[in-house]
């Protein structure tokens, strides 16, 4: 798929032929320069933006538009501050018009799946950082969508959090058997998490290379073979990340 982002400035193409495909159950991490169409491509599967040209394809029918198939979570929890924890979880339900004794109890399962449930009744404000992301990822597993699409989720944690979170993750993909697409700058968080990490080249992105990570889980950060995995890809990242500089340097001082 292809997407031009249009202003009075001036046209920014966003993504120029990228192909992306995720088999059921496949953790797939997003890498790439800033700019390069991680989040825009996120948005396009989750159906809160189209594509100039090109399709998403589901299962085999053609994605028109948001589904309680595909869930996307973001940098930022965006938990509601005036519900406590268990109605945060299960505000989506409640869209849906599920009953509030159902809603609770699927609320319930969920937090306990992320191991919040004796903080049900607590205020969204009593929570570290770390808590509100679990909040957030209870909230979306409570919909029961095929495909979670996370945009960067545990970026603004400290390292001693996101390596828990990890962990958290990936327990809760092996336990669900979920689709998850996972965008973050971090090459050894895409090794840890990912089954295979795509490399998107600066804008306009599409897919520069592939690496697939079969090593056993859980990965920790400091594995060697992981850190010999990441160098490798760092050297094809380097290249991306400078070309996306120069073509800033362009933009701002243009001949």
């Known amino acids: 798929m292809s997407k031009t982002f249009r202003s009075p400035h001036g046209d920014f193409p966003a993504l120029r032929g990228l192909d992306v495909r995720a088999a059921s159950g496949e953790f ?75 809603r609770q109890r699927a609320a319930d399962v969920q937090l306990e799946m992320v191991h919040l449930q004796e903080f049900a009744a607590a205020s969204v404000h009593q929570l570290s950082g770390g808590m509100k992301q ?16 996370m945009d960067e989720p545990f970026a603004a944690l400290d390292a001693q959090t996101r390596e828990a979170l990890h962990l958290e993750l990936q327990s809760l993909w092996s336990a669900t058997g979920k689709t998850i697409v996972f965008v973050t700058h971090n090459v050894r968080e895409a090794l840890v998490l990912g089954d295979r990490v795509v490399l998107l080249s600066a804008r306009p992105g599409h897919v520069k290379s592939e690496f697939r990570c079969d090593l056993p889980r859980p990965r920790p950060m400091e594995s060697h073979t992981l850190v010999d995995m990441a160098q490798a890809i760092l050297t094809d990242l380097r290249s991306e990340v400078q070309a996306a500089q120069e073509e800033a340097r362009h933009e701002q001082h243009p001949l």
């Open 134 to 149: 679990r909040v957030a990822l209870a909230r979306a597993l409570a919909l029961n969508p095929q495909v979670l699409l």
């Open 28 to 102: 797939v991490c997003l890498l790439g320069p800033s700019g390069c169409g991680k989040t825009t491509t996120l948005n396009i599967i989750a159906g809160l933006e189209q594509a100039d040209s090109g399709t998403v394809w589901m299962d085999g029918q053609p994605v028109g538009g948001p589904g309680p198939d595909r869930v996307l979570i973001f940098q930022e929890p965006a938990l509601f501050p005036w519900l406590n924890v268990r109605d945060n979880v299960a505000f989506g339900l409640a869209a849906q018009g599920v009953p509030r004794r159902e």
